[in-house]
């Protein structure tokens, strides 16, 4: 029996890698001229850059052990900083306001402290869910700044269910702690973050990758459900007994004839942010400061920052650093375009992380057109009556786009083991 696999990123090669292990017969096709999806990377001179940030907190016992085995990894305590209005507070944020001046702790704790009142289970959206935990002058200040640059929306226009344990709550004893001074505590949601030793996040998956049979440059336009065919951008047709699809649920529905209105809305209707990776490498080694680090000021292009060579120092020749920005856009929005934003993020970070023009050696600048689903109101609904088109026409869609959801690598990872359940 024959599986045609859509995509070699975590999901695909999960995917294949488990059907080949129990005697079946996949092949991958990727658009792309390497493997990895949004866990792959690209080097430039010697600096390593993964496509975003990228660690593993891998919490399956079978996936962590998988990980392990593939590539020996470094164990990183979560460690990261917020940059707010010139002030640099340990995150989370509200547990770590001893930096801020008098006048803005009193207002936040106060706000805090008057917070409104309700029980979860009435909260509406996301803006009414960050008043309740954190108060009105931090949620305006913070998380509500944060929401426009990472998800390209406001608060109040996402639903709560995808928050699960990504944001810390606090306790009053917690927040007034950290207002005096900064607290030792880890309150991220993961007490680790792994990363691979050598060779870039996509690490994680080389043992399940080698041997498997991968056909690169292999972009999918069309499937034709009765025929059971898939046709490619270079003119070739593939047969299938099988498919597997981890490509974008919008793209899969541009590639099926004769599709419902009512799928097409529904498509039509999913959202998700699309980004810039700004890639910096240096002549110094000492540029990189902080793993990883959030930014709240909207007049400065990037919602994250990270430092590769401080992931893996693989990831940077000797005796230098190097940085990569993300700028994520709603992909329903304006993007600006690439050499504005180029500009304004190196400026931005000059002044941010002190280096200069001439310690720059490396500076690159690439687009991302699928980053993270946006949970609208409206998503739950949609992402079913897409996904079960898609099953009725043989599509097995799983992955990270393929279940349209705030999929983790080692869920992607998961998302492929259970193709064939
Ligand atoms: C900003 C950001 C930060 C992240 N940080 C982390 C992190 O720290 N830790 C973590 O575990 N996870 C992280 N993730 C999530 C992680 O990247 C994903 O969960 C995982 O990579 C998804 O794998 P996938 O195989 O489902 O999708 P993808 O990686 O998107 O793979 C899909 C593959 O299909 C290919 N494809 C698409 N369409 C076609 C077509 N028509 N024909 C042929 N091939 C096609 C694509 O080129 C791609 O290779 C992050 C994601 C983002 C966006």
């Known amino acids: 029996m024959k599986t045609v696999v859509i995509g070699s990123g975590a999901a695909g090669i999960s995917a294949a890698y488990h059907l080949k292990k129990k005697g079946g017969n996949p092949v ?11 866990c792959g990377n690209f080097t430039i001179d010697g600096f390593r850059f993964d496509r975003f940030v990228h660690f593993t907190f891998a919490d399956d016992p079978y996936i962590a052990d998988l ?5 020996p990894l470094y164990a990183h305590p979560p460690v990261s900083y917020n940059y707010w209005r010139g002030y640099w507070l340990k995150h989370p944020a509200q547990n770590n306001l001893a930096p801020l001046p008098v006048e803005e702790k009193v207002k936040i704790i106060d706000s805090f402290v ?19 935990q954190y108060g009105d002058y931090f949620a305006e200040n913070f998380p509500f700044a944060y929401t426009r640059k990472y998800w390209g929306k406001e ?21 007034l702690r950290g207002a005096f001074e900064e607290q030792k505590e ?76 009512e799928v097409k809305k529904a498509a039509e209707n999913l959202h998700w942010t699309c980004g810039y990776q700004v890639s910096l490498g240096f002549n110094r080694h000492d540029v990189a400061k902080h793993l990883w680090f959030y930014i709240y000021d909207e007049d400065v292009p990037p919602a994250r920052v990270y430092s590769p060579n401080l992931k893996s120092p693989d990831n940077a020749p000797d005796g230098c ?3 990569q920005a993300e700028i994520f856009f709603a992909n329903d929005a304006a993007i600006p375009d690439k050499a504005e934003i180029l500009e304004k993020t190196v400026e931005k970070l000059k002044h941010l992380c002190g280096f200069d023009d001439k310690d720059i050696v490396v500076k690159d600048i690439r687009f991302e057109k699928y980053g993270n689903i946006i949970f609208t109101p409206d998503i739950y609904e ?7 088109f898609l099953t009725a026409n043989g599509v097995n869609s ?24």
């Open 28 to 38: 991958v096709f990727e658009q792309d001229a390497d493997w990895g999806g949004l």
């Open 67 to 71: 990980f392990a085995k593939s590539s």
């Open 114 to 132: 008057n917070r409104p009142k309700k029980d979860v289970s009435e909260i509406k959206n996301y803006a009414e869910w960050l008043r309740v």
């Open 155 to 175: 608060a109040a226009e996402l639903e709560t269910k995808w928050v699960g344990n990504r944001l810390h709550v606090s306790p009053l004893p917690e927040v």
């Open 186 to 261: 880890n309150f991220y949601y993961t007490k680790f973050m792994n990363y691979p030793k050598k060779g870039g996040f996509r690490s994680i998956l080389d043992d399940c990758r080698k041997g498997l049979d991968i056909r690169f440059n292999k972009r999918a336009v069309k499937i034709d459900p009765a025929a059971k065919k898939v046709f490619f951008e270079d003119e070739t047709t593939e047969s299938y007994d099988e498919l597997i699809s981890t490509a974008p649920l919008p793209e899969v529905v541009k590639m099926l004839d004769n599709v419902p209105a």
């Open 321 to 323: 650093s190097s940085l």
């Open 382 to 388: 949609n992402r079913k009556i897409v996904r079960d």
């Open 398 to 421: 799983v992955g990270r786009f393929g279940e349209w959801d705030y999929y983790w690598s080692h869920q992607a990872f998961k998302s492929g083991i259970n193709a064939d359940k």
